[in-house]
């Protein structure tokens, strides 16, 4: 058990990150990482929801027919937004007014639901709920990686914290949208040249061997 | 003289320009990466895309003013704006098929993949939190969905032209296309400041 439990972990972490393996939820990905403390909340948001989600349609597995099994789930992942979209409300005003509609749109975030389909639904429920917990662990932590290149450049603070002994000048572009897609790029050319050469060299290895 | 004092007009260029739904707002990011290698497809994507977008966001207007809002149900609008979404996705699809065949062949095999589009929940949402009334409403997501169909026609455009070159390993498929819309988006900023909305 603690081996698969390890493997999962590893699995929705690193190998295949859904933002930068699978390309998945994107939209808020880019949207949100102007600062840190905004990307933060959205990946624990995020994390809460995919977790018990997945959790939900795992447990309600074999109860939901199979040709509605789309809108049933879009149902539970919008309840469970609903939760955190209230919780931000009540507790970060500030927070909630500049992540603005993200936080509703994780509705329509293609991680979840890509978990449940591809995980959820043929799994049992604590299982599906690790899975949906470390791949939102994996969102998060590429969300804080841009959102750190972004905010200490652009801003020059990192969660809100002024960095005053690192005077520069400011990049004002890594504050507007292009910057955003420029560094996911960059980050997906990174993995994509960690992992490709890898695969190549294990299966040579293995043809000599 | 409108809702919020500005012109619905300039909300329709601005929406297109200026905050266009891609290269500022970041929606509709899934289907825009993985549907943008060829410039046809694109094309009938981007169609679909705008006019689900006006449909829903006026059928969600008037059900977020004489429905929610007078029953007191904001709590529930998430999980009642993604219903109106899927049903009228549906119901145009059955539509289509009937009254437009010839259409239906063409936009038909989009239209499911519409319904987990950001892009179509998100003008939805925008429309909430600005406060527009009905006729920017229906301008905002005409714009927004034509906007979203010029950057992916572009896109797709881009990325035929340059098929067949050579790119650095591992920065050809999703890593080039990001970069190419960070460019994209770069040239859109030059617009910024012939129309505000926000």
């Known amino acids: 058990m603690t081996e698969r439990i390890r493997q999962v972990i590893s699995r929705n972490i690193w190998k295949e990150n859904q933002v930068l393996r699978q390309i998945l939820g994107i939209c808020s990905a880019l949207a949100v990482t102007n600062l840190m403390t905004n990307s933060l909340v959205m990946g624990v948001g995020l994390t809460f929801v995919t977790a018990f989600s997945s959790l939900t349609i795992s447990l309600l597995r074999n109860l939901i027919p199979h040709r509605i099994r789309m809108i049933v789930q879009t149902l539970i992942i919008a309840s469970y937004v609903i939760f955190v979209d209230i919780f931000i409300k009540a507790n970060m005003p500030e927070i909630s007014k500049s992540l603005g509609p993200y936080v509703a749109l994780i509705i329509t975030n293609c991680i979840i639901m890509g978990r449940a389909e591809a995980y959820a639904q043929k799994n049992p429920p604590i299982p599906s709920m690790l899975d949906g917990f470390f791949a939102g662990v994996g969102y998060t932590i590429v969300l804080l990686i841009i959102a750190f290149f972004r905010e200490f450049l652009g801003f020059g603070t990192i969660f809100g914290y002024d960095i005053s002994f690192a005077s520069f000048e400011l990049w004002t572009i890594m504050v507007m949208p292009p910057a955003a897609f420029f560094l996911i790029g960059t980050l997906i050319w990174i993995t994509s040249n960690i992992f490709a050469p890898k695969n190549t060299k294990k299966s040579e290895t293995g043809r000599k061997g | ?198």
Not at chain 2, 30 to 50: D, Q
């Open chain 2, 1 to 198: 003289m409108f809702g919020n004092g500005i012109n619905p007009f300039v909300i329709f260029f601005a929406s297109i320009l200026t905050s266009n739904m891609i290269l500022s707002n970041f929606l509709g990011m899934c289907s825009y990466i993985s549907i943008s290698s060829e410039y046809k497809t694109a094309s009938g994507l981007g169609k679909s895309v705008t006019l689900v977008m006006v449909i829903t966001n006026m059928i969600n207007y008037l059900v977020y003013k004489f429905l929610i809002v007078p029953l007191g149900l904001e709590y529930l609008r998430y999980i009642i704006f993604i219903m109106v979404i899927a049903a009228t996705v549906q119901v145009m699809e059955l539509a289509m098929d009937r009254f437009l065949p010839d259409l239906h062949v063409k936009l038909g095999i989009f239209l499911p993949l519409i319904t987990v589009n950001c892009a179509i929940l998100g003008t939805t949402l925008f429309i909430i939190i600005r406060d527009y009334d009905f006729l920017q409403s229906v301008l905002f997501g005409l714009g927004s969905g034509l906007g979203w169909w010029l950057a992916i026609s572009a896109l797709a455009a881009i990325r035929e032209k340059m098929a067949k070159n050579k790119l650095p390993k591992g920065l050809a498929g999703p890593g080039i296309t990001f970069i190419i819309t960070g460019i994209m988006a770069l040239a859109f900023i030059g617009f910024s400041g012939i129309f505000t909305i926000t």
